[in-house]
């Protein structure tokens, strides 16, 4: 089975623009999250979807959205880019989403914002 | 408010011995623990998850205790290969919720030297 792919891999933006990362899960996987990684903060929950539904959501502004296709690639998307908005994104597919289920990362997104 | 505590130093060890890392955490009730591994530039793999009411897990060379009155979980890999050499990850999973909203911890660096 293929991994978790995420696109692109490397991103670099200005302050004030917007970008939208893509998240393809594990075929079969019905529940992708969504987490930011930064050296100071360590690894961040952005929000869980399953079947197209935001179930979960972290403690983010809403400059932080995402989606979820029929397909369950996943897409989210930041506005209005703040220099602190520089990290790694990585999106984790798994097959329910139920808590004790195994989640599968993909390589991550790096964002850098300038 | 609640905090996980994994030790920001690395840890350095000799091939052969046996690499204890730590996990602390406070205001949190956890119900189920799940420790990661993460190689630079990769997202984190999956290694073991431990329930509340498990006190021990192994899995090949791992080993995780996971002990609710102390608020820790131990991380053991006995005999230790360069190979281990990675950054590992706590994650705390919250009890009632049903489905992934894991709350990390920064990790540890572990450095195995031949």
């Known amino acids: 089975k293929a991994g978790v792919t995420q696109t692109p891999r490397y991103l670099i933006k200005t302050r004030g623009q917007q970008v939208t990362l893509s998240c393809s899960p594990i075929?079969?996987?019905?529940?992708v999250s969504w987490y930011q990684q930064t050296p100071g903060q360590g690894l961040q929950f952005l929000f869980e979807?399953?079947?197209?539904?935001?179930?979960n959501k972290g403690n983010f502004p809403g400059r932080f959205s995402g989606r979820q296709f029929s397909n369950s690639r996943s897409e989210m998307n930041v506005s209005t880019l703040e220099l602190g908005d520089s990290a790694l994104y990585l999106c984790?597919?798994?097959?329910?989403?139920?808590?004790?289920?195994?989640?599968?990362f993909g390589p991550g997104t790096r964002l850098t914002v300038l | 408010s609640q905090k996980i505590e994994q030790n920001s130093e690395a840890l350095n060890i000799q091939e052969g011995k046996t690499a204890t890392l730590t996990c602390n955490y406070t205001n949190y009730s956890p119900a189920y623990l799940q420790w990661y591994r993460q190689d630079p530039g990769r997202g984190p793999v999956f290694l073991l998850l431990?329930?509340?009411?498990?006190k021990e897990k192994r899995k090949e060379r791992l080993k995780v205790t996971f002990d609710t009155t102390l608020k820790q979980s131990l991380f053991h890999i006995t005999a230790s290969q360069p190979a281990d050499s990675a950054t590992y990850l706590c994650a705390l999973g919250a009890q009632g919720t049903g489905f992934q909203k894991l709350v990390f911890g920064t990790g540890t660096r572990l450095l195995v030297s031949p």
């Open positions: 431990i329930r509340e009411n498990e």
């Open positions: 075929s079969g996987h019905r529940s």
């Open positions: 984790a597919s798994s097959t329910s989403g139920l808590a004790t289920d195994t989640q599968y």
């Open positions: 979807y399953f079947s197209e539904t935001q179930r």
